[in-house]
């Protein structure tokens, strides 16, 4: 059995309009939201065996801070560029390729591409997953590469704002 943590970055921030997007930095809004989300799953006792993150700041500086909250160690960060600007079939390459002595995986990337692939898995549809959601899943399978064709079930979703 393996857990998939599906994670859109928190609020960034728009001040520097000279910034390329992929250098967008979070607003305080969004790194609070980043550490108050990461303090939520540890509550849930989720320990996760590795962080994946897509190469932006935002993204990156979104899965810091959850590694901050849950004491994980920095060379459990893995960036991949493939994640920035994804689409449905870069998360399904990534996911496969993922490594099999993991079992929990927190992978952290941005909207729109995170709520299509989220929304292709046809377990629990979202119309939209806000900044610093989660959405997690339990797959049925001990190989990654499997992930595809194997059987999803839907766990939680958590986002900031959420009563």
């Known amino acids: 059995m393996k857990i998939l943590l599906l ?3 928190a609020k960034s921030s728009w001040n520097d309009t000279s910034l390329r997007d992929i250098d967008r930095p979070l607003n305080a809004r969004g790194k609070q939201d980043a550490s108050d989300m990461g303090k939520r799953l540890k509550h849930k006792k989720i320990t996760i065996d590795l962080f994946v993150a897509s190469p932006a700041k935002r993204a990156k500086k979104t899965a810091i801070l959850f590694m901050n ?10 960036l991949i560029d ?11 390459n990534v996911i496969k390729n993922l ?5 929990t995986i927190a992978l952290f990337a941005h909207n729109p591409g995170i709520t299509d692939f989220i929304n292709s898995l046809d377990i629990a549809p979202l119309p939209d997953i806000p900044t610093c959601g989660i959405y997690a899943i339990a797959v049925d399978t001990n190989h990654w590469s499997d992930f595809k064709n194997s059987k999803k079930d839907f766990l939680f979703f958590d986002y900031p704002k959420m009563p």
Request: proline content about 3%; charged content about 50%; hydrophobic content about 30%.
């Open 7 to 9: 994670i859109r970055h």
């Open 82 to 92: 493939e994640l920035y600007e994804a689409h449905i079939e870069n998360y399904e």
């Open 69 to 78: 909250e849950l004491g994980a160690k920095e060379d459990e960060l893995v």
């Open 99 to 103: 490594p099999d002595k993991k079992d």
